[in-house]
């Protein structure tokens, strides 16, 4: 009885410390969000395109089902789906770009479609695919107009902006026209315009998109470095699985507009990493003919080197038996790529809420 | 400022295409001048002192010299950009950065106007050094506040046809309506005393002849400063509910939006 009373007591502190410390804390409320599209469909055909200027038919897609999440100051959270999973529809959402069709969003405690200029002085967006600084100019012109947008002191800018173009390296690029500039130094120049006002949060929609892999690594590591010293909350879509990996520590699922898992990323790839792959070199000198095994799967041959998949837990014997009946030079035992576990995680359709 | 140093911008990409800038105008000047003198040589008897519509051969050049240059003024560049940006996805830019959409349009379209002002001013320099145009200056500098009033009115005009954006998949029709009708009843195809009287009574309620037909006339001299005073007042009184209008329509048009190309 005693004890009964002890949990109670428990309990409601809990719920308690939660309700008054926890949530307050979250600069980014979302409850029950849905967003539906109106979209005009039209057959093929001349005949049909007639008939539509009369009779329009439209359907209605829903592109965010009933989503519910909140972000706290300085987590940075991947959010990942398949294309038309409503990832970026909700990017938009929380931005203030599009209207809702339900539910509440609270972003530092605006209403993100309000626009009011205080809420947009403190959050940023930045599109891999979308350019938002001006074609037409240099990227020191529009600097120099974002800063006057922003209203950011004087001393505050060149002091960030020498911070950001230095840990970004395009000092030399800063007098070209952006439409002259390099995909990978646009995007630069884009995480700069940004960030120059030191944003609370900061939302990145594919920023690694269409970018080398040099380029890619650059806009890994400076997102880490900016993220250690200014802590914003950055929201991250992107379809690089590198980018999520390196990034992110919390992710959320979207598949078909709902909110199919919110929680630690290396907890869901743990629970959803079912196999391995062990890869053997085998001594060229002496020649094998029988590779097939009772507890591997061979998934790959290429001359002396083979590819096996181990299901979890199963690793130890079919080292044995791949020792015993092989042999072998090297081995080495691999993870399945987080690329395949996040495509299995949005086609097997998890739940959880893991935080 | 933003707006200062948005101006200062514009300003600079605008001179920075400044071989375009001049081409653009000295190419339509001359090719209209050219219509207009062949056109009007033949309709006015030769030898005469004849006047169509209170104009005579003289005044009838002059008032298709200033023509191109207050079109320019009124109508800034033509250039869809609005509806553009609609349609591409780039007015997701204003809704983040804490700026108004019609505004830096407004800015950016501002600035071309002022600057044709100052091609203008330049141009009827450089023409009064060969063919002496006897105009005088006050009237010039009140035909250009007359101008760039009717800039204003035409601006929010066409940023309505503009702003159908957000519900059609195409606006270029109704730009090129609205620029036709304005240029019509405007006085810059042809002066407005040209046509029948009653007529002209009505247009007076329209803000169609403050765009272009009441700026070259003053220019020209030949409207009186209380009849300039009440032009000036109905087109401020037109503006109140064109910006309202444009209001209504951009926040209607917002709620449509979808940010594509993002």
């Known amino acids: 009885m005693k004890d009964h009373g002890i949990n109670t007591a428990f309990l409601l502190l809990a719920t308690k410390t939660y309700k008054l410390v926890i949530k307050p804390l979250a600069m980014i409320k979302v409850e029950n969000l849905s967003k539906t599209f109106k979209v005009h469909q039209k057959a093929a055909g001349l005949k049909e395109s007639i008939k539509s200027l009369f009779f329009r038919k439209w359907i209605e897609k829903k592109a965010l089902d009933n989503v519910s999440f909140q972000i706290r100051p300085g987590e940075l959270v991947g959010l990942i789906g398949a294309n038309g999973a409503g990832k970026t529809t909700l990017v938009k959402i929380l931005s203030g770009i599009i209207h809702s069709s339900g539910g509440q969003v609270s972003v530092?405690?605006?209403?993100?479609?309000?626009?009011?200029?205080?809420?947009?002085?403190?959050?940023?967006?930045?599109?891999?695919?979308?350019?938002?600084?001006?074609?037409?100019?240099?990227?020191?012109?529009?600097?120099?107009?974002?800063?006057?947008?922003?209203?950011?002191?004087?001393?505050?800018?060149?002091?960030?902006?020498?911070?950001?173009v230095d840990a970004l390296d395009v000092a030399h690029v800063m007098n070209i026209q952006i439409r002259r500039l390099s995909l990978g130094e646009r995007m630069k120049m884009e995480l700069i315009a940004a960030l120059l006002h030191q944003p609370k949060v900061v939302f990145l929609d594919e920023p690694t998109i269409g970018l080398d892999i040099t380029a890619q690594k650059s806009i890994r590591k400076f997102i880490l470095e900016y993220r250690k010293r200014h802590k914003p909350i950055m929201i991250l879509t992107s379809h690089y699985m590198e980018d999520i990996k390196k990034l992110c520590e919390r992710i959320l699922i979207i598949k078909n507009g709902e909110l199919k898992y919110d929680g630690d990323l290396n907890k869901i790839l743990d629970q959803y990493r079912e196999d391995k792959i062990i890869t053997v070199h085998l001594d060229p000198d002496k020649p094998t003919t029988d590779f097939e095994m009772e507890k591997s799967e061979l998934v790959a041959k290429e001359n002396a080197t083979l590819k096996y998949k181990v299901a979890k837990g199963n690793e130890g014997a079919a080292l044995t038996e791949i020792f015993r009946k092989l042999d072998v030079v090297d081995v080495k035992i691999e993870e399945d790529d987080i690329a395949n576990i996040i495509e299995k995680l949005i086609k097997r359709e998890p739940t959880g809420r893991g935080l | 400022m933003w707006i200062r140093e948005a101006f200062k911008l514009e300003a600079k990409k605008i001179i920075s295409y400044r071989v375009d800038f001049w081409m653009q105008f000295v190419v339509t000047a001359l090719a209209e001048m050219i219509m207009a003198y062949y056109l009007w040589k033949n309709v006015f008897s030769p030898n005469s002192n004849e006047t169509i519509g209170g104009y005579d051969f003289r005044k009838m050049i002059m008032y298709y010299l200033f023509v191109p240059f207050i079109t320019r003024i009124v109508q800034s560049q033509n250039d869809w950009s609005t509806s553009r940006e609609i349609y591409d996805g780039s007015l997701t830019r204003y809704l983040i950065y804490p700026i108004s959409f019609t505004?830096?349009?407004?800015?950016?379209?501002?600035?071309?106007?002022?600057?044709?002002?100052?091609?203008?001013?330049?141009?009827?320099?450089?023409?009064?050094?060969?063919?002496?145009?006897?105009?005088?200056?006050?009237?010039?500098?009140?035909?250009?506040?007359?101008?760039?009033?009717?800039?204003?009115?035409?601006?929010?005009?066409?940023?309505?046809?503009?702003?159908?954006?957000?519900?059609?998949?195409?606006?270029?029709?109704?730009?090129?309506?609205?620029?036709?009708?304005?240029?019509?009843?405007?006085?810059?195809?042809?002066?407005?005393?040209?046509?029948?009287?009653?007529?002209q009574t009505v247009l007076k309620f329209t803000p169609f002849p403050y765009l272009f037909s009441q700026p070259i006339r003053i220019i020209l001299g030949d409207v009186s400063y209380p009849d300039m005073l009440q032009s000036f007042g109905v087109c401020l009184v037109w503006l109140v509910p064109l910006m309202l209008l444009l209001n209504l329509q951009l926040t209607k048009g917002l709620k449509q939006y979808t940010g594509v190309g993002l």
């Not at chain 1, 930045?126 to 004087?154: R, S």
């Not at chain 2, 320099?125 to 009033?149: K, N």
């Not at chain 2, 519900?167 to 029948?196: E, K, N, Q, Y």
């Open chain 1, 108 to 164: 530092l405690g605006f209403n993100p479609w309000d626009r009011k200029n205080e809420f947009r002085k403190q959050i940023s967006l930045i599109m891999g695919q979308k350019a938002q600084l001006w074609w037409d100019l240099p990227a020191e012109d529009c600097f120099l107009l974002l800063k006057e947008i922003y209203e950011i002191p004087n001393d505050q800018y060149k002091a960030t902006l020498k911070e950001l």
């Open chain 2, 103 to 199: 505004g830096y349009k407004f800015l950016q379209k501002s600035t071309f106007s002022l600057l044709s002002c100052v091609q203008m001013l330049l141009a009827l320099a450089a023409i009064q050094i060969f063919v002496p145009l006897h105009l005088d200056l006050v009237h010039v500098f009140w035909g250009m506040i007359a101008a760039l009033l009717g800039f204003v009115v035409y601006f929010y005009m066409n940023c309505m046809m503009e702003l159908f954006a957000f519900w059609v998949d195409t606006v270029w029709s109704l730009g090129v309506m609205l620029r036709f009708i304005a240029l019509f009843f405007g006085g810059a195809m042809v002066p407005l005393s040209l046509f029948p009287e009653k007529f």
